[in-house]
């Protein structure tokens, strides 16, 4: 059994109004994912829609506490990393900027070893009438398919890196 997200009370997956939950398996070892998905600054080198990502708090990579901002499908936002376990366990809450309803998403990742890698789990919910609005009714099952896209292309990364490393 593969651990999951652990969610804040107001991000319960029950009570919100979008989830989505994404997972695959890597051919690399959880240290090896776990450097590309702290190092949020360059995302974009293996998933390009997360180009517009900035440390706003001087660390160089995720780290519990960090505050960063990008730029999600055009939507400017503010993020702070609410959890941090090297190689296991990721998550952050965001605020969208500028949205007058009090919006906000919590994203978590968990990486679990396998004998030949690793599982890469990602999980979000979204609540407020912006998430609503944007991702529920004008563009239906955009944060599964995004968040997809994301872990099959970190799982690539990671799998290349072995490669080079190797």
Not at 60 to 81: D, I, Q
Not at 83 to 89: G, I, L, N, Y
Request: with cysteine; aromatic share 10%; charged share 25%.
């Amino acid at each position: 059994m593969y651990d999951r997200v652990i969610w804040p009370a107001k991000y319960d997956p029950k009570t919100s109004a979008i989830y989505a939950l994404n997972d695959i398996n890597a051919k690399a070892p959880p240290e090896v994912v776990w450097r590309l998905l702290v190092d949020a600054e360059n995302w974009s080198s293996y998933f390009p829609p997360e180009d517009q990502v900035k440390i706003l708090s001087g660390e160089r990579e995720l780290a519990r506490g960090t505050k960063y901002s990008r730029v999600t499908v055009g939507f400017p936002m503010s993020l702070v990393v609410t959890e941090c376990e090297p190689s296991r366990r990721l998550a952050w809450a965001t605020t969208v900027n500028g949205d007058e309803t009090g919006s906000s998403a919590y994203h978590g990742w968990v990486i679990t070893p396998t004998d030949d890698g690793c599982h890469v789990l990602t999980e979000e919910t979204q609540q407020g009438p912006w998430f609503l609005e944007e991702l529920g009714r004008k563009r239906p099952g955009a944060l599964y398919r995004y968040h997809q896209e994301w872990v099959e292309r970190l799982a690539r990364a990671a799998e290349a890196e072995v490669v080079r490393e190797g």
